[in-house]
């Protein structure tokens, strides 16, 4: 079974460009995670997808950053304008648990460098 | 706010020591506790996850979990060279919308 996946491994972009990652769950896993770290910082939590739909974004930093996940199963992550602070490691994880434990399986991440 | 607290480290452990990995959490609401395991620009990698207070055992991983004292614990049996790498605490609430809450890691090396 493939495992989660993530696409680009490295990006590096100027600042006020934009940059797109994607993320492809494990198959049949239901929810998908996006999570951020920043250098010498903890992983952090950005959002949350059941299928296509949005549960809770409470981590996302601030409306420069987009996620969508149409058809509920790819999904991509939109940093526009990227700034240098959104330099970091973004992991996707996925789930298939509705209930109980919800064990997060993660991908190998993106490493975005922003000049 | 959610806190996870791990001391970074380095742990240096002699081969086929027990290697102990210790893990405060903040959040009395935390539901379930994973412990992670990572190398360097890898993918953090499942372990273990406890849920219940005691000791859960799978092969020569052990995890504790103590609710009253909010702490976790990941004991490692028979260190090998491989087991080298940074282990991630992390809680999650329970709730259905909650991602991981998570550590900055304990860097763990075994010393052959």
């Known amino acids: 079974e493939a495992g989660v996946t993530q696409f680009p491994s490295h990006s590096v972009i100027e600042k006020g460009q934009t940059v797109t990652l994607r993320c492809d769950p494990i198959s049949g896993h239901d929810n998908l995670y996006w999570y951020r770290r920043v250098m010498g910082k903890e992983i952090k939590f950005l959002l949350h997808?059941?299928?296509?739909?949005?549960?809770?974004e409470s981590g996302m930093p601030n409306n420069r950053f987009l996620a969508e996940r149409t058809g509920g199963t790819y999904s991509t992550l939109k940093v526009q304008p990227a700034e240098l602070e959104d330099s970091g490691v973004y992991f996707c994880?996925?789930?298939?648990?509705?209930?109980?434990?919800?064990?997060?399986?993660f991908g190998p991440g993106t490493r975005l460098t922003v000049l | 706010q959610k806190e996870v607290e791990q001391n970074s480290g380095p742990l240096s452990v002699p081969e086929g020591a027990i290697a102990s990995l210790n893990c405060t959490y903040s959040d009395r609401g935390s539901q379930s506790f994973f412990w992670y395991r990572q190398y360097s620009g890898k993918s953090p990698e499942l372990i273990m996850f406890?849920?219940?207070?005691g000791d859960k055992e799978d092969g020569r991983f052990t995890a504790q979990l103590n609710k009253a004292s909010q702490y976790v614990s990941l004991l490692i049996r028979d260190s090998q060279p491989s087991d080298s790498a940074t282990y991630l605490c992390?809680?999650?609430?329970?709730?259905?919308?909650?991602?991981?809450?998570f550590g900055k890691g304990t860097h763990l090396i075994i010393q052959p």
């Open positions: 992390a809680s999650h609430s329970g709730g259905g919308a909650d991602g991981l809450t």
């Open positions: 994880a996925s789930s298939q648990a509705w209930t109980g434990v919800k064990e997060q399986f």
């Open positions: 997808f059941v299928k296509e739909s949005k549960q809770d």
């Open positions: 406890i849920y219940s207070n």
